[in-house]
């Protein structure tokens, strides 16, 4: 079974159209029905709700942001409101996130302190407090 129509992904994108709590919107749902009827493998989208998305666009989509336990990642898939799910800061805090949830071993949690995106406050590279290797 093929499940994307092709390689190509249409990366998360800062765009201001979801709603404050981040939920897709009308303006939203346009933009990646072209996207999608233009050609395109797979949408992140950066809102946790996007069923009405992956309905819509008729390829899959992947949501993105703030996803920062596996639970919450299962619920998000079993409740089919993405096919897939980004995880990724927990990850710059702890490069084994995955494995330590999985064996229900404590992480060093992310803890949305923004500090990582160094392009948005001048900083050289990234860093996260969580994470004194990075
Ligand atoms: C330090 C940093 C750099 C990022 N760089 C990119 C990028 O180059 N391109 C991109 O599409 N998204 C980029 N993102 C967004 C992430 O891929 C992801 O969509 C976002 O962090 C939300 O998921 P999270 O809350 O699990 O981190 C970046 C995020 C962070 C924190
Ligand atoms: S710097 Fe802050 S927001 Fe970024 S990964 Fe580390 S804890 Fe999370």
């Known amino acids: 079974m093929q499940i994307f129509p092709n390689r ?8 201001n159209f979801a709603t404050p709590d981040g939920f897709v ?24 709700a996007v069923s009405d998305c992956r309905r819509s666009t008729g390829v899959p989509v992947m ?13 998000i898939v079993s409740e089919g409101r993405s096919d897939l799910v980004c995880i990724g800061r927990s990850r ?27 392009f948005l406050h001048g900083a050289p590279s990234v860093s996260c407090p969580q994470n004194p290797e990075l």
């Open 8 to 15: 190509i992904v249409f990366p998360a994108f800062q765009t």
């Open 25 to 48: 919107t009308e303006p939203l749902l346009q933009m990646y029905k072209k996207i999608a009827r233009g050609g395109c493998g797979l949408i992140i989208i950066g809102c946790i």
């Open 63 to 75: 949501c993105a942001g703030n996803i920062r336990s596996l639970e919450l990642a299962e619920k």
């Open 92 to 118: 710059l805090a702890d490069p084994y996130f995955i494995k330590k949830s999985i064996n229900g071993e404590p992480v060093n949690k992310c803890d949305d302190c923004r500090s990582c995106m160094f």
